[in-house]
């Protein structure tokens, strides 16, 4: 039987070792990352007792700011659903688009128990390969970072070379 529930205690190395695993990243960056998130990082993991009863996906998810559309008076709170990973050995048994739908699920949610900003849930896959896979559970391809006006005819937005850049340009700039 599938159970997707929030991280708990007795299953945090188990949680650990899957992204470890799965992005190459070290235990010790990994719960750094959890720390700095603090109450703000909600840790999902699904566990399947027919197969054991240990982690065999999990996904992060975590406020990442607001989205303002020009044009349209109300801002988004975005959520991102991060770090999604499946255990090797459960991988094509559909685990990962159950952790996903979840979390999505769970940002839907604040939208019915809030009546401020609405939430929307957005991906951050580890690489551009995974837009496909997540496109049938209703994402789309959308890269938007940032909008800002800019008076031109300011002597010091002169020296301002701005471009358009890909995701994967991004991506490049991002781990430098």
């Known amino acids: 039987m599938i159970d997707i529930h929030e991280l708990r205690s ?43 009863y240990d982690v065999l996906s999990s996904l992060t998810l975590f406020k990442m ?4 559309v020009p044009g349209i008076e109300e801002s988004f709170d975005i959520y991102i659903s991060y770090a999604i990973c499946t255990d090797k050995k459960a991988r094509g048994l559909g685990y990962g688009a159950a952790i996903t739908n979840f979390a999505s699920d769970y940002v839907g949610k604040m939208n019915i128990n809030s009546s401020s900003n ?9 690489s551009e390969s995974l837009i496909d896979f ?18 031109v005819n300011r002597e010091s937005a002169k020296k301002i070379n701005l471009s358009v850049i890909s995701p994967e340009e991004y991506n490049k700039k991002r781990e430098q």
Do not use: H, Q
């Open 118 to 126: 609405m939430s929307l849930s957005a991906l951050s896959p580890a």
């Open 65 to 68: 700011g607001k989205l303002f």
């Open 10 to 52: 007795t299953e945090k190395n188990s949680f650990i070792d899957l992204w470890s695993e799965t992005f190459g990243d070290s235990r010790e960056d990994i719960i750094e990352f959890c720390e700095n998130f603090g109450d703000d990082l909600k840790c999902f993991v699904l566990v399947d007792s027919e197969i054991g």
């Open 134 to 151: 997540y496109k049938p559970l209703g994402y789309d391809n959308f890269f938007f970072s940032e909008y800002k006006s800019l008076d």
